[in-house]
């Protein structure tokens, strides 16, 4: 769903989407995205079905998604600081790296509670953008005031983003320090 939310977003106009309803459509995807990997870790619990590879590439998938959305709203009228996106970027690449080292030497680090408060976080700071964005295209906002908000909302979004990935490491600085010595 990433290139479908990067291209309507885009591109919507050009398409024949008018501004009005583009953002309900980038809504719609947005909660199929966040309710089907509820859903996933909700039935990979359940029927015990949860493996290692899937602790690696669920966290991997949901940090692309979510990392094609900020990249997207770089752009367009939202037009957030490309640097807040590269906190995220950075953190989930670390993090990835790190966890992709661990498999590799046999120890699958697993998700943390503040990695998925990050996640949570991020989700709400983008359906609270695209819902700022309904009374925007009606009017009723000024572009400068909705840049404003989504600035500051994906800024809180980077900072929470960055202390989860020091959490992280922190908490598995030995796993990882022992993956680097056995290397």
Same mark, same amino acid.
């Given at each position: 769903?990433?290139?479908?939310f990067? %291209?309507l ?7 024949? @989407? ?15 995205c ?7 870790? +909700?039935? =990979? ?7 290692? @590879?899937?602790k ?5 998938a949901d ?6 959305v900020?990249?997207? +709203? ?5 037009? &957030? ?5 590269? /906190? ?16 590799l ?23 609270? /953008?695209?819902?700022?964005?309904i009374?925007?295209t009606?009017?009723?906002?000024? @572009?400068?005031? +909705?840049?404003?908000?989504? +600035?500051?909302? %994906?800024?809180?979004?980077? %900072?929470?983003? @960055? /202390?989860?990935? &020091?959490?992280? &490491?922190? =908490? ?8 680097f010595?056995?290397?």
């Open positions: 769903m990433s290139p479908v990067l %291209v977003y885009l591109y919507a106009e050009s398409w024949g @989407l008018p501004m009005g309803a583009l953002p309900y459509v980038l809504l719609v995807i947005l909660a199929i966040e309710l089907s990997d509820i859903f996933d870790g +909700f039935m =990979a619990r359940r029927h015990n079905k949860v493996t290692d @590879l899937g690696v590439l669920d966290p991997m940090s692309l998604f979510r990392l094609t900020f990249l997207s +709203f770089t752009q367009g009228v939202i037009q &957030i600081p490309l640097v807040l996106v590269l /906190i995220l970027f950075l953190r989930d690449s670390i993090v990835n790296s790190l966890r992709t080292l661990c498999a030497k046999g120890r699958a680090l697993a998700a943390r509670t503040s990695g998925k408060i990050k996640a949570v976080v991020q989700a709400i700071a983008v359906f609270f /953008i695209l819902i700022l964005m009374p925007y009606l009017g009723c906002l000024s @572009l400068d005031f +909705f840049q404003q908000m989504s +600035f500051y909302t %994906v800024l809180i979004a980077a %900072v929470y983003t @960055l /202390i989860s990935g &020091i959490e992280y &490491i922190w =908490a598995n600085w030995e796993f990882i320090r022992d993956s010595k056995k290397s």
